[in-house]
């Protein structure tokens, strides 16, 4: 006890000595930041009243941008001493969670390692006084327990030993409690984070980040690297982590936060993440989803369903065999046969739709037909087919332009002799050029200009032609049906459905090319179960240069049949030079016994194991009929939100049985109807469908209407098991005459 206490009174003083050193840095860096706002202001004032307001006046825009130039320095200074205010105001409360004490070997004494959230660092002796969770020492923390250690540091390897691990539990600035192990002591930190409520967003795991969990975020080898994580695991936190690691090595790899992306499966789940990155740190990064990607690409002319109405389509569907048939052509559209029928089309295209014409000019050929097809043809413009298209229609319009001009010389030199004014004879070979290059112009697009959506269409529209692109493929045994399917479906450009405009995105991109994204550099992707081979070949179209980030969970997979071998037909289709397969098989967010009870529903389930938090068996509960089933979710809410839980979650299998559930609801207790769109915060009572539920968590999942007419089939069988693995705290089934038989 007298050993404690005296390490008690000595980490005490060393907090008072990091607190004073933060409120020092903070008083320092507030008056600095109001001379630079009084100093831009100036720098304003005075741009304003000495330069031009015209665009017009262009002898003092040289004045301006010398002006804006300034203006821009001092804006980024005053931005970056704002950031230093907000994250010493953030150490304030927190400054650090651990210590380890570190001896580098061929040093005699032990160095004393605090990691926080950033560094802190005393400008007169040049001491760290607090590492930042991601520099390098900071890894043996994560990763090892006392004995010999070693880390990789920017001049090579280190070497040495811990003889301390220390974990600090701070709040608001005062130091609660503290405790060392020779274990590994996150467990117990771990527990106590867990068994807090849910907050509205995804918050910040630095203090219990797991060894596995290290190694994904501080990876710097692989070009593309892939994650399969159970249910729980952190996957999200960890990619999101690794996001804020790679941020903090910009300098060395040269990134920076609008070199980075994140294809999110929908807003819902972006919304929920958004708070990580600001909470380390760092600036927010753009996330995306697909519907996202397309609306850019077709800059809003047609306009795609999402994915959750193609979704509901399935799961809403009045039979089995439709709801067969919609997967089927589902499946079909995001196939590598797909891929490879739309690569066809296009070649085919290029030798036997475009119907060159030889072009003719002042009554002479400049431009032969069959040479142009063969420059289209040849391998000499390495392009997308539009683009060479649109090389060749700029040659013919150049050699239009060298006609143009020898004929006005030989024009001009006629005219010269005679006694029509110069200019007015000048100026009618002018007119005549330009209502000639019109003319050619509207000659040309008939060969060169293609709409990529109508060529979507027309590789549907004859049974015949697509028979005969597709000879040798295998294709589905009701590939008719597919396309009458399709045709019937993708008329209206304002209704495209999902699947086709997936499908179509890829073809505008291989026909046309597309080249907004050339900055990226980094590419996370969530959810990469749900995902097909041509999302991911789009993927790796848009983002050439990228590296991947991939994280997913075959067993949560909605829309397709998965197994483990998704992950190597990515591997396949990124064909990176260095790429790895990691495994995060630990589940940390359900409880112990909603975690047995999920993992009844799955298959194969023998590789996962449950981080030990004892908190009640799951509830079976019984409704006699509709009202009284409502009747019995209300309880259960006033029940839960009496024992002080924040988030509960009513999910239901389709945003149908959300609205109608909410109708009855509503009007009797506070409650939220989540839609794809929606913009409010995942807390308080929600109804969401399960598909819009993935990657969230909650305090309380009651899972509306859990009978055998509702779940009986093994595509019911997931939706079922991501339903449960929401849950935090407690889990309760509602359902009325007959349970599934998934659950018995």
Not at 282 to 303: N, W
Not at 632 to 640: H, L, Q, R, T, W
């Amino acid at each position: 006890m007298n050993v404690y206490k005296d390490n008690y009174i000595e980490e005490s003083n060393y907090l008072r000595d990091i607190l004073g050193l933060l409120n020092y840095k903070l008083e320092l860096e507030t008056n600095k930041l109001e001379n630079k706002k009084s100093e831009l202001i100036a720098a304003r004032r005075e741009m304003w009243e000495n330069t031009t307001h015209s665009s017009a006046d262009f002898d003092k825009l040289t004045d301006a941008n010398q002006y804006l130039s300034a203006l821009h320095g001092q804006t980024l200074s005053y931005s970056d001493s704002a950031k230093l205010i907000a994250r010493y105001e953030k150490m304030l409360i927190n400054p650090y969670f651990a210590r380890i004490d570190f001896k580098e070997d061929g040093y005699e004494e032990a160095e004393k390692i605090y990691i926080g959230i950033s560094n802190l660092m005393d400008d007169e002796t040049h001491d760290i006084k607090v590492y930042d969770w991601r520099a390098p020492i900071s890894s043996i923390y994560y990763r090892n327990e006392i004995g010999p250690v070693s880390y990789m540091a920017p001049a090579g390897e280190i070497r040495g030993y811990i003889s301390l691990k220390r974990q600090f539990k701070i709040h608001k600035g005062k130091m609660e409690y503290f405790f060392d192990s020779s274990i590994n002591i996150v467990d117990e930190m771990l527990k106590e984070a867990l068994s807090k409520n849910m907050s509205p967003k995804m918050k910040t795991i630095v203090e219990t980040i797991q060894k596995q969990q290290d190694l994904i975020i501080r990876d710097l080898e692989n070009e593309l690297l892939i994650v399969q994580g159970v249910a729980g695991s952190g996957k999200t936190s960890v990619a999101l982590h690794r996001i804020a690691f790679l941020l903090y090595q910009g300098l060395n790899i040269k990134l920076k936060s609008n070199n980075i992306i994140i294809i999110s499966p929908n807003t819902i789940f972006s919304k929920y993440i958004s708070n990580v990155l600001p909470e380390l740190g760092e600036e927010e990064i753009e996330e995306i989803t697909f519907e996202h990607l397309f609306a850019k690409m077709f800059e809003d002319k047609i306009y795609l369903k999402s994915k959750a109405d193609m979704l509901e389509k399935i799961i809403c569907s009045n039979t089995t065999q439709k709801r067969k048939f919609l997967r089927e052509y589902v499946d079909f559209k995001g196939s590598l046969v797909f891929i490879e029928i739309i690569n066809r089309f296009i070649k085919y295209f290029e030798r036997k739709i475009i119907h060159f014409e030889d072009v003719y000019y002042n009554g002479k050929v400049i431009e032969n037909r069959t040479l142009l097809k063969s420059l289209l043809l040849s391998n000499k413009l390495n392009m997308p087919t539009a683009k060479k298209l649109k090389i060749i229609e700029s040659r013919i319009l150049e050699k239009v332009r060298e006609n143009t001009k020898e004929r006005r010389n030989k024009i001009e030199k006629v005219v010269s002799k005679s006694n029509t004014h110069h200019f007015e004879s000048s100026s009618f070979t002018r007119v005549l050029s330009a209502r000639e290059s019109i003319a050619l112009k509207n000659r040309l697009s008939k060969f060169t200009e293609y709409d990529t959506y109508e060529l979507y269409k027309s590789l549907f529209k004859d049974k015949k032609l697509f028979y005969k692109i597709t000879k040798g493929l295998n294709l589905p045994y009701n590939i008719d049906e597919i396309i009458d399917y399709t045709n019937k479906n993708i008329n209206d450009p304002y209704n495209i459905p999902y699947a086709d405009g997936i499908g179509l995105m890829y073809f505008k991109i291989v026909f046309e090319g597309f080249d907004m994204f050339s900055n990226i550099k980094q590419v996370i992707v969530d959810e990469a179960q749900d995902y097909y081979p041509i999302h991911y070949n789009i993927l790796n179209l848009l983002f050439r240069e990228s590296r991947f980030t991939i994280v997913g969970d075959i067993n949560q997979s909605v829309e397709r049949e998965t197994d483990l071998s998704i992950y190597d037909e990515i591997i396949s289709i990124f064909n990176k030079k260095k790429s790895s397969k990691l495994y995060l098989t630990k589940s940390y967010r359900s409880s112990y016994e909603i975690n047995t009870f999920s993992q009844k529903l799955l298959i194969n389930s023998a590789d996962t194991e449950f981080f030990k938090r004892n908190e009640g068996d799951p509830e079976i509960i019984c409704g006699i009929n509709t009202d009284d089933l409502d009747n019995k979710i209300i309880e259960g809410i006033n029940k839960f939100k009496s024992q002080k839980f924040e988030s509960i979650a009513i999910i239901v299998k389709s945003k149908k049985e959300a609205s109608e559930l909410y109708s009855r609801l509503n009007n009797k207790i506070e409650i939220k109807l989540i839609s794809n769109v929606s913009n409010d915060d995942i807390d308080e009572v929600i109804i969401i469908p399960i598909y819009m539920a993935k990657g969230l968590e909650f305090d309380v999942v009651m899972i509306y209407d859990a009978d055998d007419n509702n779940y009986n089939t093994e595509y019911d069988r997931k939706l079922l098991y991501i339903a449960c693995t929401r849950a935090l705290h407690k889990l309760s089934l509602y359902y009325k005459n007959k349970i599934s038989r998934l659950l018995i």
